[in-house]
């Protein structure tokens, strides 16, 4: 349900003020730098695929104020399902009827192979084919979102994507239950506590 606001009530104006806070400003002084993003990413991906996962671990540890390791860093699947019938029933229904408004919605998106011949010999044509897999990223910092999970992972399925893999950047202990039961829910093949460019 969303809250209406009326900005031009004296009782919304705390309100009003906090959310503006936390908007980014749009002046000169506040814009990117973004040739020394670009550098700092690559050298984080360079280091990766130089070094593997001790770079993966050192730059989770430094990013996300934990360090995994080899036997914590996928998320055990079992796990999945647990979550998924451990939620409350409330929020259990929510993520089902998310999912299949999701699937709904994207599954209506397909698109279909065509071919037409011009002429003798000419034939134009269009076909899909998906890739053979994914990532996507399921953001852990200031909030949870099963959302993002669902919006990126059912489309991947529809396409016939065959495998997907999601990256989060928390531990396993302080991943909610609801991300668990969205990756059960979309059947994903695996999720790992890392995130960022190193992911």
Request: aromatic share 6%; proline share 8%; glycine share 6%.
């Amino acid at each position: 349900m969303l809250t209406l606001i009326d900005a031009r009530q004296p009782s919304s104006r705390a309100l009003v003020e906090r959310i503006i806070a936390r908007l980014p400003l749009q002046d000169e002084t506040d814009a990117l730098d973004t040739p020394s993003i670009e550098s700092a990413v690559s050298e984080i991906i360079r280091a990766v695929k130089r070094d593997g996962d001790a770079a993966l671990f050192d730059y989770t540890a430094r990013f996300d104020g934990f360090r995994p390791t080899p036997e914590s860093v996928a998320i055990p699947v079992e796990r999945w399902a647990q979550a998924l019938a451990e939620l409350s029933p409330e929020l259990g229904a929510a993520l089902r009827i998310a999912y299949q408004r999701i699937w709904a919605f994207h599954e209506k998106q397909r698109p279909t192979d065509w071919d037409l011949e011009l002429g003798p010999g000419s034939r134009v044509g269009q076909r899909h084919r998906p890739l053979e897999s994914v990532g996507i990223y399921v953001p852990g910092g200031k909030a949870f979102y099963p959302s993002s999970l669902l919006m990126n992972a059912i489309p991947a399925r529809i396409a016939g994507v065959r495998r997907i893999v999601a990256v989060t950047p928390v531990p396993l202990e302080r991943i909610p239950k609801s991300i668990l039961a969205a990756a059960h829910l979309c059947g994903i093949d695996a999720i790992y506590s890392v995130g960022g460019a190193q992911a």
